[in-house]
């Protein structure tokens, strides 16, 4: 065990170009806030031989919502997770995710960590990721001379392992102008307030005369990256809302997990509060979309 | 870079120090600087202990490779009273009994700052929320609550008491 | 504010501020790892990553030949003198000190758990310390190990210590046990009995341990370190690790960042001391947080079964207690923890019949010790639920049948020779029924709660010592002597952790000598200045220095009214001491400033020349207990199994409150730590490898400022005679009462209990699950 981080080189260019042409994930690691990746440093779970800063790069600090791409949210590889928290665009358009956000509660960790640094560390229990995987949002990833967007699903690929590969960089996370009419919830159970999630679920629905027009349902920590549970949105689809749907849903969102048992949780405590916090969480966001009292779909 | 000669403009001063790319800003401001008042807690971003201000915003200076704060402004506990009395949060926290060991206080008082630059009125409930990365073991966290409250009327009130 | 200021009094009872805060709130106070030497290298320790391993070689060579490294130490560099981790141990009086194991080396041949430590380094700067580490190889044979006490009590377990013939580490009979137990049982209407384990709590001090080590030119030891009690340490230093006597070694503690009994033992000191030795230089020796959850102090986790024997009308007829305490691979605190369990648990409630046994095991877990409680919270945890169910057996109310069996003034305190002197219990209950609403929650056993969210309330009582009196040496002095401008200093020896000892004894001793408060210095944190001192734990601090103190303070107000007797042509008898001025009680016209009359001593052109000063002493075989009552009301959601605590209620007998600001703190904060020992705080080993899997604040979760529910302290205060102006200790109680509330209120809310600590809500689900209720 160490205090001190092992000797590295350190890069620290100007332009996503230069960026992507000197990592390579291993040897060569991106630094945006360094929340994950200094503490993994020093625990000698990771010994890169470089570290790129991306620190220095103009133009990926941004969070803003693009009027002409149907207003649909864009947020930079050096947004910090607090800037997306305070933002009005996101507090007013996306509130799931600043919901998400809030649920981290420490200050230096938001002040410090990106909002891509948080998906690039590929943990299962990111509290972003269900309310990013809800929402719909899609990862732009730059490589050497190119450029990929992908489906935030299909960012992860396994505890630790995302889609970025060597010689990329995620540059930006679009998040589509959310559906009418729609009203998310984001739920999640720690040890404490600070904790990371034993679950997490993040939900958005809405609703038109009283069934499920849309629904996305995703749930962190319960399998070895978050998931959506697609079974349990196409039977919100399918069904008649009722108490009796959000609980056949949250039963089948269940079957979509894999859980397993550590330090936090046993694998048997979170298979059963899957069911808990999905039906709780569909019948709150149900509540914010007026499906409980008949003005559901109304602007639709 | 290798090893270089980097300014560190800490509390409004410049330093000029020799520093390596692996060398954590916590380091460099306890051992080559000598500002001894940032504790290390934990090394892993989980107490706060370390908490300094990096362009007046909340850090933690043991996740913070030095190099990266290189001609950035810095607040260290030993900046924050004008003089050789004590800042009114400082003062709060030694008259409302929420100082114990102090180990977590310089933190626990930067962070402090960060919300009330930002927010000089704020609910309980957001000054839970804003100290939550600050872990304390003595208090309870019942008179640093109640320190920070009293503190934030003291500054809306210029600093009259 | 609980507390009206005494006005009889200047100092006492009043909040003020205590000396070392400011300096703490600005940055300047120095903690040990802030301070340097001239000379000073930093010091690294190699621990092993098996959990039971026998060191067949260590290579060291390569890191010898890395420039800046001045010294690389393993086992065969080490004295081979057996000592133990324990600290305090060395009050112990010596036919107990006999039964505690010397199973300690600076550094060993053998591994005993994950993170026992095998070599050391000594080198220019901490990056070249750890690169040196890196570059030991050891050569380890891995043996067999055992994780589960029980599991090391079977036949052909491992055995951790050499020339063992098995991993018994010691047993205790409670030495107060009385009576025929299996006939009291036998007559009893009901018998009540819980079984059930508590988790080993980290410390936690904010505070990493660092240690600096420095010899001078004779062959004389200087220690900085945070240690509780710094002139056992000085005598462990100097006698069980060296050979060198307690003269040859200087104890300095700087401030201190919490320490909740870890500092009672030994951290890494011996390690700095050994590499400054070799080194001839000074050294500082530091470590990481995940070395100190893999480390050498923990709550020492006991499996205990209780069981309570009550009669007819409700009286108890006898209490059973068992404990198994898990001592990890040292013996540590291990031995005085599980004799204090028993002391504490088994002297609360009044019981003709008395039966408690402790067994202590090795195993190779990390060393356990004892944190802040000492016991108590343990065996609390399993009493006071055991009493519960004695109540419902009996259909009283949990307040009464605690009123009706608690032990009162006059009655055997928990060191049974002595009686208690004092005891504002019943007071404490009332008072704290009345705070949490129980005639108003408490709808009697078996109350039906339904829906998903269920509230109850739960109550659980302590008696805890103030100070050591009775089981290990008890003795504190202190020095007070008045400067020529009417200021003191007042040397004493107590550790200030963060408790606000120096506060307290600076008002107990301005009271006593008749000065104000901010003209009394507290000197303190160097064994050269100090006079002797057991140091702080026991609660014992504000009673027993705090006697020391007023009896210096006294003779030190006696001195000076004599001579301003003589300086103004009066009779002594007629004259008091207050807030610095000598005046007649008859006419306060008449008087003198204590500063003229210091001044006058000392510059005194005659042959009557007098530094004005005086020891004072405290001894004992008395600990004056203290008691309190805990409340909690809680809500528990029956899906999840989350249990939200509504409110908690401490009410606890203080005899005096001396600063009722650091009371209320002190009883907040371990609170908090109750909280945490209740429902979140879980040191996990894993029970393959032994390794701690919780090895960060990131995964054994403490409260942060978000889960402090709503604490209500109340104050009760009836003074004792023994204690400085009637007061008693409070340092460690405010932990006890809260896990048993807890459970209790549990039981109230949801009909179950849950039978190991923390409450977890996997652990209620499944208790739910098992009760046929919940969801």
């Given at each position: 065990m160490h205090r001190a981080l092992l000797p590295f080189e350190f890069s620290e260019p100007a332009s996503v170009e230069e960026a992507v042409a000197l990592v390579d994930g291993g040897r060569a690691r991106a630094l945006a806030g360094g929340v994950d990746l200094v503490l993994k440093m020093r625990l000698r779970q990771e010994t890169p031989e470089r570290v790129v800063s991306l620190q220095k790069i103009a133009g990926l600090d941004h969070v803003r919502v693009d009027a002409h791409g149907g207003g649909a949210l864009h947020i930079g590889a050096l947004a910090t997770l607090r800037q997306v928290e305070q933002s009005a665009a996101v507090t007013q358009g996306w509130p799931l995710l600043a919901e998400a956000i809030a649920s981290i509660v420490s200050m230096q960790t938001k002040v410090m960590g990106t909002l891509v640094g948080n998906l690039c560390v590929g943990t299962p229990a990111s509290d972003v990721a269900p309310a990013l995987f809800a929402l719909g949002a899609r990862v732009k990833i730059a490589g050497v001379g190119d450029e990929r967007d992908i489906a935030v699903e299909d960012f992860f690929l396994g505890p630790g392992v995302t889609a970025v590969r060597p010689h990329e960089l995620v540059t930006e996370v679009v998040v589509p102008a959310r559906p009418v009419g729609s009203a998310g919830r984001f739920l999640k159970l720690s040890k404490t307030a600070d904790d990371i999630a034993k679950v997490n679920v993040a939900v958005s629905v809405a609703f038109s005369r009283g069934t499920c027009a849309h629904a996305r349902i995703a749930i962190g920590s319960a399998a070895p990256t978050p998931v959506r549970a697609v079974a349990a949105e196409e039977l919100l689809l399918r069904e008649d809302w009722c108490p009796a749907t959000a609980k056949a849903a949250a039963e089948a969102a269940a079957r979509s997990v894999r859980p397993i048992s550590d330090v936090r949780s046993t694998a048997d405590y979170r298979a059963e509060m899957v069911k808990v916090l999905v039906r709780d969480a569909l019948t709150q966001a149900a509540d914010g979309a007026g499906v409980l009292d008949g003005h559901d779909g109304k602007e639709a | 870079m290798a090893k270089e000669i980097a300014t560190f403009i800490v509390n409004g001063q410049g330093y000029e120090v020799i520093v390596e790319p692996h060398m954590l800003l916590i380091d460099v401001l306890r051992d080559s600087i000598g500002l001894v008042g940032t504790k290390y807690g934990c090394g892993a971003g989980d107490c706060g202990a370390c908490t300094v201000l990096l362009e007046g915003k909340p850090v933690f200076a043991c996740l913070t490779l030095a190099v990266t704060a290189r001609d950035r402004s810095l607040t260290t506990i030993e900046g924050l009273a004008d003089g050789a009395g004590l800042h009114p949060i400082q003062q709060a926290f030694v008259d409302a009994g929420a100082v114990q060991c102090g180990f977590c206080t310089p933190g626990m008082v930067l962070t402090t700052k960060a919300l009330l630059d930002e927010n000089p009125e704020p609910t309980r409930g957001e000054i839970k929320a804003f100290l939550a990365g600050n872990l304390c073991r003595c208090t309870g966290y019942v008179k640093i609550v109640e320190a920070v409250e009293s503190a934030a009327g003291i500054l809306r009130n210029g600093g009259a008491r | 504010m609980t507390n009206e200021p005494h006005s009889e009094f200047s100092s006492v009872g009043k909040s003020l501020a205590r000396p070392d805060v400011a300096a703490k709130a600005t940055g300047a106070a120095r903690f040990s790892a802030d301070i340097a030497l001239p000379g000073m290298l930093i010091g690294r320790i190699l621990t092993s990553p098996h959990a039971h391993a026998r060191i067949v070689a260590i290579d060291t060579s390569r890191a010898k030949a890395l420039p800046g490294v001045a010294a690389v130490i393993t086992h065969a560099d080490v004295p081979k003198r057996g000592f133990t981790r324990s600290v305090m141990a060395e009050g112990l009086p010596p036919f107990a000190y006999e039964t505690e194991n010397l199973d300690q080396y600076i550094l060993s041949d053998k591994a005993r758990y994950i993170g026992d430590w095998v070599a050391a380094v000594a080198a220019v700067d901490l990056y070249v310390a750890e690169r040196a580490l890196d570059l030991i190889e050891v050569e380890y044979e891995v043996l067999p190990a055992v994780f589960d006490p029980e599991d090391a009590l079977a036949p052909g377990a491992p055995v951790v210590h050499k020339g063992w013939k098995d991993n018994v580490a010691g047993v205790i009979e409670h030495p107060f046990n009385r009576g025929d137990l299996d006939a009291a049982l036998a007559s009893s209407a009901h018998v009540a009995e819980f079984s059930?384990?508590?988790?080993?709590?980290?410390?936690?001090?904010?505070?990493?341990?660092?240690?600096?080590?420095?010899?001078?030119?004779?062959?004389?030891?200087?220690?900085?370190?945070?240690?509780?009690?710094?002139?056992?340490?000085?005598?462990?230093?100097?006698?069980?690790v060296f050979d060198i006597g307690e003269g040859n070694v200087r104890w300095i503690t700087p401030a201190v960042g919490g320490g909740f009994g870890a500092r009672l033992s030994f951290g890494v000191e011996p390690v700095a001391a050994m590499l400054a030795k070799v080194t001839g230089r000074p050294v500082k020796v530091l470590v990481t947080r995940e070395e100190d959850f893999n480390g050498w102090n923990s709550r020492t986790e006991q499996r205990q079964t209780i069981r309570v024997g009550v009669g007819e009308a409700g009286e108890i007829t006898a209490i059973e207690q068992d404990v198994l305490s898990d001592s990890g691979a040292y013996f540590s605190h291990s031995g005085t923890i599980s004799a204090v369990n028993m002391q504490s648990t088994l002297g609360v409630m009044r019981s003709p019949v008395v039966r408690g046994k402790a067994l202590m095991v090795y195993t190779n877990n990390p060393t356990a010790s004892g944190m802040r409680g000492y016991g108590n919270p343990e065996g609390s945890f399993i009493l006071q639920q055991a009493l519960d169910i004695a109540a419902e057996k009996c259909g009283m109310d949990p307040v009464d049948f605690r009123l009706k069996n608690a032990r009162g003034p006059g009655e055997p305190s928990m060191w049974e020779p002595q009686a208690i002197t004092t005891c504002a219990l019943p007071e404490c209950i009332r008072r704290g029924a009345v705070a949490i609403g129980w005639d108003q929650k408490w709808h009697g056993w078996g109350a039906g709660k339904e829906g998903r969210y269920r509230r109850g309330v739960g109550m659980s009582i302590m008696t805890h010592a103030s100070g050591a009196g009775g089981f290990l040496l008890e003795h504190s002095t202190a020095v007070m002597k008045l400067d020529e401008d009417g200021t003191a200093s007042l040397s004493v020896s107590p550790c200030e952790m963060g408790q606000g000892i120096l506060g307290v004894l600076a008002q107990i001793a301005a009271e006593?000598?008749?000065?104000?408060?901010?003209?009394?210095?507290?000197?303190?944190?160097?064994?050269?200045?100090?006079?002797?001192?057991?140091?702080?734990?026991?609660?014992?601090?504000?009673?027993?220095?705090?006697?020391?103190?007023?009896?210096?303070?006294r003779k030190v107000k006696a001195i000076v009214v004599e001579r301003a007797a003589r300086m103004l042509g009066v009779e002594s008898e007629g004259l008091d001491v207050r807030d610095g001025r000598v005046f007649a009680v008859a006419d306060s016209s008449v008087g003198v400033s204590v500063a003229e009359v210091a001044h006058a001593g000392i510059y005194e052109y005659g042959t009557d020349a007098r530094h004005i000063m005086a020891t004072g002493k405290h001894q004992s075989v008395m600990h004056c207990p203290n008691f309190q009552a805990g409340f909690a009301e809680i809500e528990v959601d029956v899906e999840t199994g989350v249990i939200k605590v509504l409110k908690l209620v401490i009410a606890h007998d203080i005899g005096r409150a001396i600063n009722p600001l650091t009371v209320e703190g002190c009883l907040e904060g371990g609170?908090?730590?109750?909280?945490?020992?209740?429902?979140?705080?879980?040191?996990?080993?894993?029970?393959?490898?032994?390794?701690?899997?919780?090895?960060?604040?990131?995964?054994?979760?403490?409260?942060?400022?978000?889960?402090?529910?709503?604490?209500?302290?109340?104050?009760?205060?009836?003074?004792?005679?023994?204690?400085?102006?009637?007061?008693?200790?409070?340092?460690?109680?405010?932990?006890?009462?809260?896990?048993?509330?807890?459970?209790?209120?549990?039981?109230?809310?949801?009909?179950?209990?849950?039978?190991?600590?923390?409450?977890?809500?996997?652990?209620?689900?499944?208790?739910?699950?098992?009760?046929?209720?919940?969801?």
């Open positions: - | - | 059930g384990r508590n988790s080993r709590q980290k410390q936690a001090h904010m505070e990493p341990d660092a240690a600096i080590a420095s010899w001078d030119d004779k062959g004389r030891l200087t220690v900085w370190s945070p240690s509780q009690n710094a002139h056992l340490a000085k005598k462990a230093m100097g006698r069980r006593g000598a008749g000065l104000r408060y901010e003209d009394v210095r507290t000197v303190t944190g160097d064994t050269d200045v100090t006079l002797f001192d057991i140091g702080t734990h026991a609660s014992r601090s504000t009673y027993a220095i705090g006697n020391a103190a007023l009896d210096a303070a609170a908090a730590q109750g909280l945490g020992y209740a429902l979140t705080e879980d040191l996990v080993i894993d029970k393959g490898t032994g390794k701690v899997v919780s090895d960060s604040f990131a995964t054994y979760k403490m409260l942060s400022a978000l889960d402090m529910p709503e604490v209500e302290v109340i104050l009760v205060e009836e003074p004792d005679p023994t204690g400085p102006f009637g007061a008693k200790g409070v340092g460690e109680t405010g932990i006890t009462n809260v896990a048993p509330a807890i459970a209790n209120a549990l039981y109230d809310a949801a009909g179950v209990r849950v039978h190991s600590l923390p409450i977890t809500p996997e652990k209620v689900l499944e208790a739910l699950r098992a009760h046929g209720a919940g969801a």
